[in-house]
């Protein structure tokens, strides 16, 4: 007789430009190996699925009413309770040690109550559960983009030699714990017979700060910045392509998908020095990810991309350690590893890694 399919109710991801492509590429790999199913706070409570996972569980939560915020978030709380009571499984991936933007207290200590609950909690590189020292934590890494690549520019293959000299790129959601403005500040004091200049493209957190950059880019001759709007996924993929390097001056780093789109569109990476980011160049080579300093400057800059151009990097990064069937399988011995402890009433033995502003 044929063991059925585990049965995982998580989020499929979107195509929505300012969606992580990561979810939707890892929920179609699991889907080849379980019974993925679409989360909904309907099949949540009365669906018939093995084990609960989510990726940003403040995500399923907020809301632009705040009326409607605090229900999501008591509905998320009385989850918790509830699977507890009938020894469903519970699974989160930390994709950020702290989240992005503070919420109520109420939300954090649902948060705190929902990473509590979960009997399995994955991390995406060794240094950040190491860092956390999570007795509950298993590490399956981040894989690449190539999917959506192929999915919105099937011609970029024929096209990876189009890089622009001398043309330094930062993309994605700007915040302010990014080191954006000290990019910008540095880059300007950068020798303009070098060529280089500095492209930053994406959308700032508020209208506040889409204003602060505007004002610090058009003292710098050297830096353009549109921070309106996410590009389109096209639009990304041309702009990630015609870029030199992507640098990435955060002043904290777990992991980065900018990173890892900039390696798939085989474009190196500049990045502040972090475990992570040094696991990262570890893996990938100082030809394709280079540590940038905590205080950033200039001259870091400037050395990131003259050694950068000097290395021997190969034809193309190699990820070997990061095949998508071997990571929707990792996943799969995750959950079964977490639906075995629900089973049997196991939990975590400390306090999760808790979500602070």
């Given at each position: ?174 915040r302010r714990y990014k080191g954006v403005e000290r990019l910008i500040e540095e880059f300007g004091r950068i020798d303009p017979a070098l060529g280089l200049e500095l492209v930053i493209a994406g959308k700032a957190i508020d209208a506040d700060y889409e204003r602060q950059l505007g004002e610090l880019a ?140």
């Amino acid at each position: 007789m044929t063991a059925r399919a585990l049965r995982v109710l998580t989020t499929k991801g979107s195509d929505d430009v300012s969606a992580n492509p990561y979810v939707s590429i890892l929920a179609r790999h699991n889907a080849e190996l379980m019974d993925v199913r679409e989360f909904s706070w309907r099949q949540a409570f009365f669906g018939d699925h093995d084990v609960v996972h989510l990726h940003w569980p403040e995500a399923i939560v907020r809301s632009r009413s705040g009326l409607k915020q605090f229900g999501k978030t008591a509905l998320l709380r009385l989850l918790v309770a509830v699977d507890r009571l009938r020894g469903r499984a519970h699974v989160s991936t930390i994709h950020n040690i702290e989240t992005h933007e503070q919420g109520s207290a109420f939300e954090r200590a649902t948060l705190r109550a929902w990473l509590g609950s979960c009997q399995t909690r994955i991390y995406l590189t060794r240094a950040g559960l190491q860092g956390a020292g999570d007795d509950r934590g298993v590490v399956i890494p981040h894989g690449d983009y190539a999917e959506f690549v192929t999915r919105y520019r099937p011609d970029a293959a024929r096209e990876q030699s189009e890089a622009s000299v001398g043309r330094v790129l930062l993309f994605g959601m700007l915040r302010r714990y990014k080191g954006v403005e000290r990019l910008i500040e540095e880059f300007g004091r950068i020798d303009p017979a070098l060529g280089l200049e500095l492209v930053i493209a994406g959308k700032a957190i508020d209208a506040d700060y889409e204003r602060q950059l505007g004002e610090l880019a058009a003292a710098t001759p050297a830096v353009t910045v549109h921070a309106d709007r996410f590009l389109s996924h096209s639009e990304l993929i041309e702009t990630v392509m015609h870029s030199e390097l992507v640098i990435l001056p955060y002043e904290r780093m777990y992991n980065s998908g900018a990173a890892l789109m900039a390696l798939t569109l085989q474009r190196p990476v500049a990045a502040t020095g972090s475990p992570s980011l040094l696991e990262l160049a570890d893996e990938f080579g100082a030809g394709w990810v280079q540590a940038l300093p905590a205080e950033l400057t200039a001259e870091a800059i400037v050395a990131a991309v003259t050694a950068l151009r000097t290395h021997d990097r190969g034809a193309a990064p190699d990820w070997t350690a990061r095949e998508w069937p071997a990571i929707a399988a990792a996943h799969r011995d995750a959950y079964r590893t977490a639906v075995a402890d629900a089973r049997a009433g196991r939990r975590s033995s400390q306090h999760p890694p808790s979500p602070r502003p």
